[in-house]
């Protein structure tokens, strides 16, 4: 049963995304607040999959992913970016850090769950 | 002399007898090979018409194959169209049900709360997170003085945002009316703010009376247009934002009233006891 990590500061945005990886059979979505919420619940239980937003107040989702690719115990956790932020140099940025892929909002549920299945199959 | 003549006779005419035997043998002979040759034609006539009657089998069974194959192929196609036509129609039924996911969650949220600014909060996330707009305003209609006023914005600050009289410019008529406004140049707020023109301009209406508006300047960078859900997401802010703005509104007055009255009350009380 894969469990997948919803990092985001928005309870609309949680909720819709949830709504949409319920879809995908046997899995489980564990919520995040921000990305010290985030760092939390990584340590209290096995993760296979993050979803993070970047604009999150306390920390947000590029400190997340370049503290998850720093400790080797999370580092091959595939990490998807979902924000507002739909400018290149944005996307360039949080794949370099170690993002494994960027979609911005307003997501595109179809596009959402084929991500996270991509992903889940690596 | 005469016996000799006899036995020479005897011999001729034996010879004669043989010649004819001879003869006779030959015909047989050639006669024998006329039936050989016509038994021959008749196998190969018999053959050859068992050949034609399997030949024709044949064609008909082949006949009848293409024929099927045909019918095959026919309904393979049907069924091939009918597997497109179930395709499109999934993913129809799929975007429908995202559709609908965003319209749940977002009415949802709105009716989540009675804290007038968590519901100014959950419009503003809507508005971001599923419309994709970048720089907008809610505006609520001051009934003393009649103008639209800014409570809450995105993008721009509140004071940024403009107070406009009702009937007053785009934002005004909107109220107005009571009527969405959509403009043809959706990147027209792209280039510089203008508080006056929006380029959508949502009414929050309660049944038809209006409480306020949705004045949106800018989309986000990756959103280049509408979809079918962006104008159901606008009819769902237009009644349910009102509805949950109004109700929270109300429900803050009357805490805060009913605040005012019991310290009032408490203030009564104790007053006796000094």
Same mark, same amino acid.
Request: aromatic share 0%.
């Given at each position: 049963m894969p469990n997948i990590l919803v990092v985001e500061d928005s309870p609309t945005m949680r909720q819709l995304i949830s709504f949409a990886i319920k879809?995908? /059979?046997?899995s489980h979505v564990i919520e995040a607040t921000d990305g010290v919420d985030a760092l939390k619940k990584l340590s209290s239980g096995k993760v296979d999959l993050i979803l993070a937003d970047?604009?999150? /107040?306390?920390?947000d989702g590029l400190k997340l992913v370049s503290l998850v690719r720093g400790n080797p115990a999370y580092k091959s956790i595939p990490v998807i970016i979902v924000t507002t932020e739909g400018a290149e140099e944005d996307r360039k940025r949080a794949l370099s850090i170690g993002a494994n892929a960027y979609l911005p909002k307003p997501i595109q549920t179809q596009e959402l769950i084929r991500l996270v299945n991509t992903y889940l199959a690596h | 002399m005469e016996k000799e003549t006899g036995f020479v006779g005897k011999a001729e005419e034996f010879l004669q007898m043989f010649k004819k035997g001879e003869e006779f043998t030959k015909e047989l002979l050639k006669e024998n090979e006329k039936l050989r040759y016509r038994i021959a034609q008749m196998e190969e006539s018999i053959q050859r018409s068992a050949d034609e009657a399997r030949i024709k089998l044949y064609e008909n069974r082949i006949g009848l194959l293409e024929e099927e194959l045909n019918s095959l192929k026919k309904r393979f196609r049907q069924v091939e169209e009918e597997n497109k036509d179930f395709a499109s129609k999934y993913i129809e039924v799929e975007e429908e049900n995202n559709n609908l996911a965003n319209l749940y969650v977002a009415s949802y949220q709105l009716h989540s709360t009675l804290d007038f600014s968590e519901v100014l909060r959950i419009v503003l996330e809507i508005i971001i997170?599923?419309?994709?707009?970048?720089k907008f305003a809610v505006l609520l209609i001051d009934e003393k003085t009649n103008e639209l006023v800014p409570v809450s914005a995105e993008?721009?600050?509140?004071?940024?945002?403009p107070k406009v009289k009702i009937g007053q410019g785009r934002i005004g008529s909107v109220a107005k009316e009571g009527e969405s406004f959509f403009s043809?140049?959706?990147?027209?707020?792209?280039?510089?703010?203008?508080?006056?023109?929006?380029?959508v301009c949502i009414p929050l209406k309660i049944k038809e009376h209006v409480i306020g508006v949705i004045s949106i300047y800018k989309l986000l960078t990756q959103k280049e247009g509408f979809t079918n859900v962006d104008y159901e997401l606008f009819n769902l802010l237009a009644g349910h934002a009102a509805t949950a703005i109004f109700s929270s509104k109300l429900y803050t007055q009357s805490e805060r009233k009913l605040t005012t009255i019991q310290s009032f009350l408490d203030l009564l009380k104790e007053k006796p006891r000094k």
């Open positions: 879809r995908i /059979p046997n970047i604009n999150m /107040p306390v920390m | 997170n599923l419309i994709g707009a970048e993008g721009m600050a509140v004071s940024e945002a043809d140049d959706l990147a027209a707020g792209a280039a510089e703010l203008n508080p006056l023109e929006p380029i």
